[in-house]
């Protein structure tokens, strides 16, 4: 039968609540637990051993007993950093009110599983695609400022600014010291990593650790972190361990570096070989733009020295000369034309002339015509054919003489010839 809910009125006690508690957490049974060591106290003289067990990809840690002979007999010994396995069984102290998990065996994580665990996790992402090299973004030739996530005072921190402003001295830079191994590097690194994306100065991301063990590099495989790098829109370079060191960020991050040194070499360009190629450059600049000067300059000497620009003159007074010859050669030749015209109508008046009775009048020749009785005109031949009593009339005009014979009576019945003129 259940008890009946609690009310105001009737509240329940502490030890109740602390016993009720213990009765659910004992309902678990015992459990398998996976996470890393970061505190262990194992004072001489007392039996029971404590342990602080947190989650690499949480800020989540629970406390843990067990008997001091299971660390005696640990091989390795535990140390702070350490992946476990555990087997436990949760209590809950109701004096103190704490839970925490009862070990009776403690495994540490071999090398063979973490790998195994970091190529399954490998090829997890690579089928959702975070490795796609579309997705890599390309650092800008010469940032802004450069943001550096890695250890306070490490060598790391060290190569990579030394390197860069090897090559250029005033390259900036925003630090992000952080944990790079324990429980504490994953998110610490994320934290940095999302303050310096939002950073519009950073316009590229270094994430740089030195060395070390398969272990001490096992953050730099989280899929948390991993995750965060994938989704962060500033170019992130990583540059973890040495060149024979591979953690999963090298496969997601936007470009790989062997080493923190090879960090410092490639985020930035050489000053000197920078200088180098700028006076190659120009030099190449000023060849080419001289060379392009002195084509056009043999262009406009070659066009100076053509006859038409040399002496422009010349060719406009030749052909003045040949209009003025032209010219003279159209009058001569109209004028022939003019006089040939002119002797052809002088001889075709003098034919007309010749051929004309005008001329045959003036030489003393006259065609005289007279009126016969009948009123017929008859060309006078000879004054033998004119009958008697015949009277001529001739009349002289422009030089012509025109005679006209006609019969006419005079008052007094007589005939006879009139000439008048």
Known sequence: MTEPATSPEKPWPVRTVARKVADWINRLGDVWVEGQVTQISNRPGTGTAFITLRDPAADVSMSVTCSTGILREHQPPLTDGTRVILHARPAFFINRGTLSLRADEIRAVGIGELLARIERLRKLLAAEGLFDPRRKKRPPFLPHTVGLITGRASAAEHDVQVNARARWPAVRFRMENVAVQGALAVPQIV?????????????????????????????????????????????????????????????????????????????????????????????????????????????????????????????????????????????????????????????????????????????????????????????????????????????????????????????SGGSGAETGS
């Open 191 to 411: 934290d940095a990593l999302g303050a310096l994306d939002r950073d519009k100065n950073v316009e590229v991301i270094v994430i740089a650790r030195g060395g070390g063990s398969v272990e001490d590099l096992l953050p730099f495989s989280d899929e948390t972190l991993l995750r965060a790098v994938s989704e962060c829109r500033t170019p992130v370079l990583s540059a973890i361990g040495h060149e024979q060191d591979t953690p999963l960020l090298d496969h997601v991050a936007d470009v790989r570096c062997s080493t923190p040194t090879d960090a410092g070499k490639r985020v930035v360009p050489d000053i000197v070989e920078e200088t180098a190629r700028v006076r190659q450059l120009r030099d190449r600049a000023r060849r080419a733009l001289h060379g392009w000067v002195d084509r056009e300059r043999r262009l406009l000497d070659a066009l100076r020295s053509r006859p038409v620009l040399a002496d422009p003159l010349t060719p406009l007074e030749q052909r003045s000369a040949q209009v003025r010859m032209l010219v003279e050669r159209s009058r001569r030749a109209v004028a022939a034309l003019v006089a040939a015209e002119r002797s052809t109508l002088d001889h075709t008046k003098a034919r007309l002339t010749t051929l004309g009775p005008a001329a045959t009048l003036a030489r003393g020749y006259a065609v005289v015509q007279w009126v016969d009785a009948e009123g017929n005109p008859r060309v006078l031949r000879s004054t033998a054919e004119a009958p008697d009593g015949t009277r001529l009339r001739v009349r002289v005009t422009d030089g012509a003489v025109h005679a006209i014979a006609s019969a006419w009576g005079d008052a």
